[in-house]
């Protein structure tokens, strides 16, 4: 059974970091074999795409609203993704969910990815 379990929200003020982990178990073919992604949902909007990193781990893509500011990375040792966010924004709380897909997923859309976890929420508040 394939389970990813996300961590490392919480409360930041404007301008402040966190840094969000996904560990992932269960997986059919090794952690590798996957592509790895991030997204959002804030109340009353639909699920976004933030960052894709792909199989192998070696590419990655970002939503426009994200970039330069937000870094996705994974520790295949670990079955680990992780997504480091800098100077936050109001506009950035969101629930944040973590999914993957087997093989190369280059689109960040949600019907692209096959599974997911149960999200974390970030709040970016003063």
């Known amino acids: 059974q394939v389970q990813l379990v996300e961590s490392g929200g919480g409360l930041v003020p404007p301008g402040g970091s966190l840094r969000l982990s996904c560990t992932a178990s269960?997986?059919?073919?090794?952690?590798?074999?996957?592509?790895m992604a991030w997204f959002r949902q804030a109340p009353g909007k639909e699920r976004e795409g933030v960052a894709i990193?792909?199989?192998?781990?070696?590419?990655?893509t970002y939503a426009d609203s994200v970039k330069g500011r937000f870094t996705i990375s994974r520790d295949n040792d670990k079955k680990t993704l992780y997504l480091e966010m800098n100077n936050l924004k109001p506009e950035d709380s969101a629930m944040y969910y973590c999914?993957?897909?087997?093989?190369?997923?280059?689109?960040?859309?949600?019907?692209?990815?096959?599974?997911w976890g149960q999200g974390t929420q970030v709040t970016v508040s003063s």
């Open positions: 999914a993957a897909s087997r093989g190369t997923v280059h689109q960040l859309e949600a019907n692209r990815f096959t599974y």
């Open positions: 269960g997986f059919p073919l090794t952690f590798t074999s996957y592509s």
């Open positions: 990193r792909f199989a192998g781990g070696g590419t990655q």
